[in-house]
């Protein structure tokens, strides 16, 4: 069984670019979880998707983070535009229900904002 | 918002058993203890979790304490590939279990 791919591995962009992470999570996972490190500090959720719909993005840190699932598969997190702070690491997770179940990470995107 | 700490960093020799601690003095009762581990270069990988009761499972036991303030990860015989970042992590119920990470411990194991 295939686990979670995150595309790209690696993203360099200038201040003010704009960037699409792509996530596809394990097939028939119906949850879908971003989190982002930014440097120095914890890993922090970003949102939760319920197949296509937000069922949690109390952790998005502004309006210049916009993320999709449409049809409840893979899922992409666009930074536009991109500042400084934004630099780190963004993983994604999947689970096959919204409980405490097990949430199975990707291999993370890094980000470095330049 | 709930929280954990750990130490920074621990070191222990292969082959010998592995305890990990974890403080979450301010866990409410419906908040479940979870435990993933990075590897370098990798993705989190869950552990373990629970939520009263002490719990094992194939790669690690799970020991928490009878007021709930605090736990320990048990690692049964630690080889070079258990060598990672373990991260205690609460999950509570009146955030649809999301998960709310630590600082994590760094562990280093020496052949």
Not at chain 2, 15 to 28: A, D, G, Q
Request: aromatic share 8%; hydrophobic share 30%; glycine share 6%.
């Amino acid at each position: 069984e295939a686990g979670v791919t995150q595309f790209p591995s690696h993203s360099v962009i200038e201040k003010g670019q704009t960037v699409t992470l792509r996530c596809d999570p394990i097939s028939g996972h119906d949850n879908l979880y971003w989190y982002r490190r930014v440097m120095g500090k914890e890993i922090k959720f970003l949102l939760h998707f319920v197949k296509e719909s937000k069922q949690d993005e109390s952790g998005m840190p502004n309006n210049r983070f916009l993320a999709e699932r449409t049809g409840g598969t893979y899922s992409t997190l666009k930074v536009q535009p991109a500042e400084l702070e934004d630099s780190g690491v963004y993983f994604c997770a999947s689970s096959p229900r919204a409980t405490v179940d097990t949430q199975y990470f990707g291999p993370g995107t890094r980000l470095t904002v330049l | 918002d709930a929280k954990t700490t750990q130490p920074n960093s621990m070191e222990s020799n292969e082959e010998e058993p592995v305890h990990l601690p974890c403080n979450h003095s301010t866990i409410s009762g419906t908040d479940y203890i979870h435990w993933y581990r990075q590897l370098p270069s990798q993705g989190p990988e869950y552990v373990i979790h629970g939520l009263t009761s002490n719990v094992n499972n194939r790669m690690a036991s799970l020991a928490i304490a009878e007021d709930r303030k605090s736990s320990t990860l048990i690692l049964h015989r630690a080889t070079l590939r258990d060598a990672a970042v373990y991260y205690c992590i609460l999950s509570p119920l009146d955030s649809n279990y999301q998960l709310i990470w630590g600082a994590g411990t760094k562990l280093i194991i020496k052949p």
